[in-house]
T-cell receptor, first 113, second 116 residues
Framework: DSGVTQTPKHLITATGQRVTLRCSPRSGDLSVYWYQQSLDQGLQFLIQYYNGEERAKGNILERFSAQQFPDLHSELNLSSLELGDSALYFC????????????FGDGTRLSIL | AQTVTQSQPEMSVQEAETVTLSCTYDTSESDYYLFWYKQPPSRQMILVIRQEAYKQQNATENRFSVNFQKAAKSFSLKISDSQLGDAAMYFCAYRSALQGAQKLVFGQGTRLTINP
């Protein structure tokens, strides 16, 4: 058990819809990262939050947004969903120092029908 | 931008044998971290081993060890005494040591099969 909790585990929805993925980091971790794993793109970094503030942005679409709340949990919002958004979305967390490894949650499997 | 390349899409090994997974990376930075993550069929991402670029000594974790060649930008994973539970996708990953640049850059992965 990594200590990172992601909900829901599975999500099935239709094109054009909006969903919210939730992540609770390990106790004490200030950084939260979101990654997307798809068959064609592999594992790609989307966005990082540190103690409530956006720290880094990767290949995140404009239809996607995220935030980190005062209790440090994070949400990834995906809107106007397309078939190509079907993927496994991982959340990871780490401590404040750059030398600390990232620990991953079990992921949310998103299927767009 | 940094890139990570795993040139072996699939590997197989007999149970109890040793296997080495290859990884090369490209970066202009001198300080960084390298990782191997394991993804079993359950889809979890499990940290196997990490290496700090400033350390010349290769990291080891029980049956897992790395061969880190900084000049060659090579970071291979050796699994000794392979076990059935080692069957998984293995991802090599790079992370800068710069503050604010902590994203992981992953390779495409190597699928490891263990033959009983």
């Amino acid at each position: 058990d990594s200590g990172v909790t992601q909900t829901p585990k599975h999500l099935i929805t239709a094109t054009g819809q909006r969903v919210t993925l939730r992540c609770s980091p390990r106790s004490g971790d200030l950084s939260v990262y979101w990654y997307q794993q798809s068959l064609d793109q592999g594992l790609q970094f989307l966005i990082q939050y540190y103690n409530g503030e956006e720290r880094a942005k990767g290949n995140i679409l404009e239809r996607f947004s995220a935030q980190q709340f005062p209790d440090l949990h994070s949400e990834l919002n995906l809107s106007s969903l397309e078939l190509g958004d079907s993927a496994l979305y991982f959340c990871a967390s780490s401590g404040g120092n750059s030398n600390q490894p990232q620990h991953f949650g079990d992921g949310t499997r998103l299927s767009i029908l | 931008a940094q890139t990570v390349t795993q040139s072996q899409p699939e590997m197989s090994v007999q149970e109890a044998e040793t296997v080495t997974l290859s990884c090369t990376y490209d970066t202009s930075e001198s300080d960084y971290y390298l990782f191997w993550y394991k993804q079993p069929p359950s889809r979890q991402m499990i940290l196997v081993i990490r290496q700090e670029a400033y350390k010349q000594q290769n990291a080891t974790e029980n049956r897992f060890s790395v061969n880190f060649q900084k000049a060659a930008k090579s970071f291979s994973l050796k699994i000794s005494d392979s076990q059935l539970g080692d069957a998984a996708m293995y991802f090599c990953a790079y992370r800068s040591a710069l503050q604010g640049a902590q994203k992981l850059v992953f390779g495409q992965g190597t699928r490891l099969t263990i033959n009983p």
